[in-house]
């Protein structure tokens, strides 16, 4: 009999703490409903008491999601306990994650305090949860750095306090998968109660060792793993959901099942890419665009024999057609209404499929033909209807030995503008007219470009990080045209410094 391994996705919450890729509520019932559709088992649907944002889209979370456990983030604080649990009110299975920080550098630095006196806290605040909920998850922060005697007997307490759940995170992402499989080894072996509890993993990316060091926990009994699509999250990111779900549908022979329906990763993958403006890398496992590709003569040679040669896996498995539809400027509303379901976005509005519908004719026009990916971009970029600073017209002159100039229109809130300015380069001159116009002291931090294809006609994407008045704000834009789509995400980040 196979051994049922717990998805615990924390997307929307570990996740959206990357700069930049903040979600309104509408976006996370999105995300919360391709996660559904996934299969994960609990969704960690945020940290209620940080921000109203975050309370109220734990709220909708519960109202909108059906069948998985909706669990809130707490410190080991009261009033965070409270905050959670009135957040949780409409959920049909709820779960608080409440804990606090039991490494030395923790204790020491972090609450000027000492072992014993953690352990009490550890224990009243699982004990205070446990007056709400029935589900209560224990985190003992930096358990990657805790000697494991002391861990032991912190998580032997808040099993006795009524933790249904025990979170072991490598916080820093500092183990080697040996030390942090021990380190779950010696809990399963040294826990008086543990039976009673399901152990659950927690890993940071900083050295490139999470998917390795969960799995390493798994082996050694622990059987929740908390996760993230696309491996988002925290300075380097989360052990990827992806990747610890293909590992087990790939080694069958481990005997661990997991509810993820594969086939919905790849569209869940740039769903969440999308709605982030976060792009994820083309050598990526499993998700990235080249993860499934094959350059080398050799390489070609062997899948066009047989595929197993060189590919582990069928690409279909993660919901990837390999031979992916490609819209024309002859495809219909319909077409392009049903490739965006496939792939994970859903438009019930007439009007914004409309709008969608004009843009992508405006794309087909210049690339003839239009992929999956270009489409998602296209969606990704839609920007808000209600948005005050708009582009109206573009038009650039570049060339070897001259100066770049560049003639901007913008729309703001109704009233039209005109600039034109000189720059070094296309893109620096098409700003500088921007800047003339909006006239506050804007700094550009940032300035990423992302080509999805491989064409001279491909799409672009544009991330931007621009400082204004103390404050960093991300900005996406997308075009074939990159100097468009530069100016685009400037707008982006002044829209939203203006709201």
């Keep these: 009999m196979s051994d049922r391994l717990f998805i615990f996705d924390t997307t929307l919450r570990d996740g959206e703490q990357v700069p930049g890729c903040q979600l309104n509520t509408v976006e996370k019932i999105q995300v919360a409903k391709q996660l559904e559709q996934l299969g994960v088992d609990v969704i960690e649907a945020g940290f209620p008491i940080s921000s109203p ?17 909706i669990c809130a983030l707490t410190r080991a604080v009261q009033k965070d306990i409270d905050i959670a649990a009135e957040s ?43 007056k709400y909920v029935e589900d209560v998850e224990f985190y003992a922060e930096d358990a990657g750095r805790t000697d494991n005697e002391y861990l032991a007997r912190v998580i ?129 496992a499993i998700v990235g ?33 390999d031979n992916s539809i490609v819209l024309t400027a002859r495809s219909g509303r319909a077409a392009l209404k049903y490739r965006l379901e496939v792939l994970g976005v859903k438009i019930d509005d007439e009007k ?30 839609d920007q808000s209807e209600n948005r005050a600073v708009r582009l109206d017209f573009l038009q650039v002159t570049t060339g070897m030995g001259v100066r770049s100039v560049a003639s901007i229109g913008l729309d703001i809130s109704g009233q039209k503008f005109e600039a034109a300015a000189t720059g070094n380069g296309p893109v620096d001159a098409a700003i500088k007219g921007l800047k003339k116009i909006i006239q506050k002291q804007m700094t550009l931090k940032e300035f990423t470009i992302q080509a999805i294809s491989k064409g001279s006609d491909d799409m672009g994407k544009v991330h931007m990080q621009v400082e204004y008045d103390g404050g960093m704000y991300y900005g996406f834009g997308a075009n074939t045209d990159i100097v468009t789509a530069s100016v685009e995400a400037y707008i982006d980040c002044i829209n939203k410094f203006r709201n």
């Design 88 to 130: 949780l009110q409409y959920a049909k299975h709820k779960r608080i994650h409440t804990g606090i920080g039991t490494s030395d550098p923790h204790i020491r630095y972090k609450f000027n305090s000492n072992r014993e006196e953690i352990i009490e806290r550890a224990v009243a605040a699982v004990s205070y949860a446990k």
């Design 156 to 284: 032997e307490a808040v099993i006795k306090a009524g933790a249904t759940v025990v979170n072991i995170p490598d916080t820093t992402g500092y183990c080697l998968p040996s030390e942090y499989g021990e380190k779950i080894k010696y809990l399963m072996e040294h826990v008086d109660g543990i039976d009673k509890a399901v152990i659950s993993t927690h890993c940071h990316n900083d050295l490139g060792m999470a998917t390795a060091n969960t799995f390493s926990g798994v082996m050694n009994g622990a059987r929740q793993v908390e996760v993230t699509i696309n491996g988002i999250g925290e300075r380097a990111g989360n052990t990827s959901l992806e990747e610890i779900a293909m590992i087990l549908k790939c080694h069958k022979n481990l005997n661990i099942d997991t509810n993820i329906n594969t086939t919905k990763i790849y569209p869940t993958s740039r769903m969440v890419s999308g709605l982030m403006n976060m792009p994820v890398q083309p050598n990526k």
């Design 352 to 381: 914004k499929l409309d709008k969608l519908y004009q843009k992508f004719l405006a794309l087909a026009d210049r690339k003839k033909e239009v992929n999956d990916e270009d489409i998602l971009t296209l969606a990704g970029a």
């Design 53 to 69: 944002g975050d309370f109220n889209s734990v709220i909708e979370i519960s109202k909108a999601v059906t069948w998985p456990t």
């Design 289 to 321: 665009r080249n993860a499934f590709a094959h350059s080398s003569g050799i390489h070609q040679d062997g899948v066009l024999k047989n595929v197993q040669t060189y590919e582990i896996i069928d690409p279909k498995d993660v919901g990837l057609d």
